[in-house]
């Protein structure tokens, strides 16, 4: 089986929901607040303010995750919570 991973084909893809969340962080810092748990939960309720009350069924999903950061300070993009 071969799978077109280009996620612009829209003879193979349906874009269901975008969005855009105004801040990246990374994985490591566990004070009160700053779970992991929390920080994923986060996302998630952003993320999901914009998903539409009918979603298609389907057999796969595909998604993409695009991550930018401002400044000089260094920044692990292996530790971003997704």
Do not use: C, H
């Amino acid at each position: 089986m071969s799978f077109d991973w280009n996620l612009d084909n829209s003879l193979a893809y349906s874009l269901v929901t975008t969005f855009e969340f105004d801040g990246a962080f990374t994985y490591g810092d566990m004070s009160p607040g700053n779970e992991d748990k929390v920080k994923r939960e986060l996302i998630r309720g952003f993320a999901s303010l914009s998903f539409p009350s009918t979603i298609p069924q389907v057999k796969w999903w595909a998604f993409r995750i695009v991550v930018q950061k401002d400044g000089n300070r260094a920044f692990d993009i292996e530790n971003v919570p997704s």
